[in-house]
């Protein structure tokens, strides 16, 4: 999945902690339909975005860290968490990161045993694994730790009222920081010094995720923008006007994929900004329309030929990546959290339901859509 992973800020809830998880080959609670969904059952009453590593899901939440096996329904291990883990969980070789607004820890992936931890001054931001660093925000400080063993290697104090919300991503021998305060910065990898910095307040207010496509660093503003920035210097190479807030965007292949809540789909090249497609969702005017969607609060994902966006209403729509068409399109069923997984190849889908169930459904029951809509 691309770094996006949950890549949103996610606002959390404190729950009691559980007093007992198990850890092990624990058979899961399976059940097949004839719909072919398979479902198992987290300790999670709130499952965030989960990481698909292989054929082993790790899911956190409000209580428990797990890893599943997809494909026999059995829990691998399960660890209770400090506090809530609002962040989808980032994997970097054999190390699994674990983190949400007050905790982080470390664990080795086979197993879920703590390599090391840390708690938040403040907040934690989403995280970015670097250069086998792991790069973090806390309030309006950036921390720089080594992965292996926790050590703070460098440490970096923003201007302003910053809070940083975001995670930063990593160029060359340089990190690129967007604080909450509209300032850019450019940090040195290895020792956390600016390179340089600009302040775009007045364009910005605020960036939002962070990619690197192309040599562009490419962003959501918070005032209905989407900008291709020079990672150089900061100078602005390109934006556009999506007339309402972008969410989170995706990039893949060169192309900036990404919703906007005026009821379209945007592909836009990452270089130059210029719009590849776009693929009407609702008319406001007429929001009823057969073949309309649903708002998108869902990251969307994709692999090689298509993306896969889940709707607020809990259809699965799959859209072709070249041509922005419909494809087909699926009713889940099921009161949906905001994410879909799809596995390697797109052949299945995992899903998370309000309830805390996991969901595995066969790509199979894609269907093309009774109604397509069009501009």
């Known amino acids: 999945m691309h770094n996006n992973n949950w890549r949103n800020l996610a606002a959390a809830l404190a729950v009691a902690i559980a007093s007992l998880f198990f850890v092990g080959n624990v058979e899961a609670q399976v059940a097949e339909t004839t719909s072919h969904q398979i479902s198992w059952q987290s300790a999670n009453p709130n499952i965030y975005p989960p990481a698909l590593d292989g054929e082993t899901l790790f899911v956190n939440g409000q209580r428990a860290i797990e890893a599943w096996d997809t494909t026999t329904g059995k829990l691998r291990w399960s ?35 703590i390599r090391w931890t840390l708690s938040a001054q403040r907040e934690f931001s989403v995280p970015l694994i670097y250069q086998e660093m792991l790069v973090i925000g806390d309030g309006d400080l950036l921390k720089a730790m080594s992965l292996n063993d926790g050590t703070q290697l460098w440490q970096f104090k923003t201007s302003g009222n910053a809070r940083i919300g975001y995670a930063p991503v990593g160029y060359g021998e340089n990190i690129l920081l967007a604080a909450g ?125 298509y993306l896969y966006i889940l709707a607020m209403d809990d259809v699965l729509h799959k859209l072709d990546k070249r041509s922005g068409e419909e494809v087909a399109c699926f009713t889940i069923g099921h009161d949906l959290r905001p994410f879909v997984i799809p596995s390697p190849g797109g052949q299945e889908f995992i899903f998370g339901t309000k309830m805390g169930e996991l969901i595995k459904r066969p790509a199979s029951e894609l269907k093309r859509c009774r109604f397509i809509f069009r501009e």
């Open 79 to 113: 660890h209770a968490l400090k506090s809530p883990a609002v962040f989808q969980p980032r994997i970097a070789d054999e190390l699994l990161v674990v983190s949400g607004r007050h905790d982080i820890s470390i664990r080795d992936k086979q197993n879920g045993k």
């Open 181 to 305: 305060n509209g300032v850019l910065y450019s940090l040195t990898v290895n020792n956390g010094k600016v390179n340089w910095q600009v302040d775009r307040y007045n364009d910005w207010q605020y960036l939002r995720q962070l990619d690197i496509s192309n040599g562009v660093l490419v962003a959501g503003g918070y005032h209905d923008e989407m900008f291709g920035i020079d990672p150089d210097n900061g100078n602005i190479k390109w934006r556009f006007v999506a007339g309402n807030f972008i969410n989170s965007e995706l990039v893949s292949d060169g192309v900036v994929y990404f919703w906007s809540p005026t009821g379209w789909i945007y592909a836009l090249n990452s270089t130059d900004g210029k719009q590849r497609w776009r693929h009407r969702t609702i008319n406001w005017s007429n929001p009823g329309y057969p073949g309309s969607w649903s708002s998108i609060m869902a990251e969307i994902e994709a692999d090689d030929d």
